[in-house]
Every structure is written in structure tokens, then in C-alpha cells.
């Protein structure tokens, strides 16, 4: 089963055109991510992680915003190794435990983190974090759960100024974020500046 919490940081990608889905992957790679998170936004997304999955057999591919049953089958069926969504839903959270794939459910409450805990999930996406309420939200809501295990990817709002806070949480195993590879950047091929920004990133991870 994948490890999801060797990286820190989860590049969250939102993708129009499948032909750029292995030169994106490539500019992650090159500046030293080996995660991709493709949202499940656009028409284009199985078969982007199709693609990821079949030339980069090592990346941890992973589709995003998977919120029903129905797309944890198309999203497993194309090669996700892990998913994610913005909430708790246990139908697809069942698919991906009857697979055999880390998911990654979305929270914002205690009750959405009891609900996750009990579906049998401990790596969990507090969404949508800078809204919510930040790292004085999560710090105060998880407290009451230091003994189940549970830890949290903030995504939302997060950047490469706040990530540290995040970071610095024992609870947080990664942050997620759009900002390191944009839909612009992606339509518009700069692969060289979504390169920068992972190992930006990267380098602001290490200072934890
Ligand atoms: C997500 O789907 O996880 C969020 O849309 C990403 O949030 P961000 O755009 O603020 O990074």
C-alpha cells in the first residue's frame, strides 16, 4: 500500500488536456516530487493518471475531489494509488478500503473526523483549512484526539508563506496546495516554473 506520508507536500492539479499530464509529472519529478494529486474536476483527469501511472510506474499517483463510488472505481481502474476528497462520504470510502487503497476524506468538524476515524481512515485532509480557521482551528479541534493516530493534510489557503505553520503541527503529515503547479502554468507548458516552485516548496518543508 502506498506510503503517504513521505512527502510533505501534495501538488493538488486540476487538468484540462491529457497531453500535458507526463511533461507536468516529469516538472514535479525534476524538482523532486514524486506525488501527484489529479483532481477529479475535469473530463480529462482518469486518463491524465492513466498516463502518469503507465510512464512514471513509481509515482505516487492519486486522484482528488473523488466524491462518490462511481469515480473511486474510474479513479482505481486508471492506475490512483491513493485518493482524496474534500468530505467524508462512506460509500467511497468503502470502495477504496474494498481495493485495498489509502484514501484520504476531507474534514472540518469533529464530527466528520469521528465519522472518517470510524470508516477506518487516519489520514485525513482538513479542507478547506485557511477558511476554516487555520492551524488555531486544527490545533484545537484534533486535540481531543491525540490517541487515535489521525493525521491531516491541510489544503485550502495554503501557500508556500503559511505552509510552515502546518508543517510545524506534529499532527500534519503534508499540506496539499494548487499553487505549485496552476492551471495557467499547465496550459501554458511552464514546466521549468512548476519545477521552481516544488523545489521551493521542498526546501521550505526541510526547514520544519
Ligand atoms: C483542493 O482541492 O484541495 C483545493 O482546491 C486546493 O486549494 P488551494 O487552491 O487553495 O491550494
Not at 478500503?97 to 476515524?117: E, H, L, R
Amino acid at each position: 500500500m502506498a506510503d503517504l506520508d513521505q512527502f510533505p507536500v501534495i501538488p493538488v492539479i486540476v487538468i484540462d488536456n491529457a497531453n500535458d499530464a507526463v511533461p507536468l509529472a516529469e516538472a514535479l519529478i525534476a524538482g523532486g516530487l514524486n506525488i501527484i494529486e489529479v483532481t477529479f474536476r475535469t473530463a480529462a483527469a482518469a486518463e491524465a493518471i492513466e498516463r502518469i501511472a503507465n510512464k512514471f510506474p513509481d509515482m505516487l499517483v492519486g486522484a482528488g475531489t473523488v466524491v462518490t463510488a462511481e469515480q473511486a472505481q474510474r479513479a482505481i481502474d486508471a492506475g490512483s494509488k491513493f485518493g482524496l476528497a474534500p468530505g467524508t462520504d462512506p460509500e467511497t470510502i468503502a470502495y477504496f478500503k474494498s481495493k485495498n487503497v489509502p484514501f484520504i476524506p476531507g474534514v472540518m468538524t469533529p464530527t466528520d473526523i469521528q465519522m472518517a476515524y470510524k470508516a477506518g481512515c487516519k489520514r485525513l485532509k482538513f479542507f478547506p483549512a485557511g477558511a476554516a480557521g487555520g492551524t488555531k482551528m486544527l490545533k484545537a479541534m484534533c486535540a481531543p484526539y491525540s490517541n487515535l493516530g489521525v493525521k491531516f493534510c491541510p489544503t485550502g489557503g495554503v501557500s508556500l508563506d503559511n505552509m510552515l505553520e502546518y508543517l510545524a503541527m506534529p499532527e500534519v503529515f503534508a499540506i496539499g496546495g494548487s499553487w505549485l503547479a496552476t492551471k495557467a502554468q499547465i496550459a501554458s507548458g511552464d514546466w521549468a516554473g512548476i519545477t521552481q516552485q516544488v523545489k521551493d516548496a521542498l526546501a521550505k518543508a526541510a526547514e520544519v
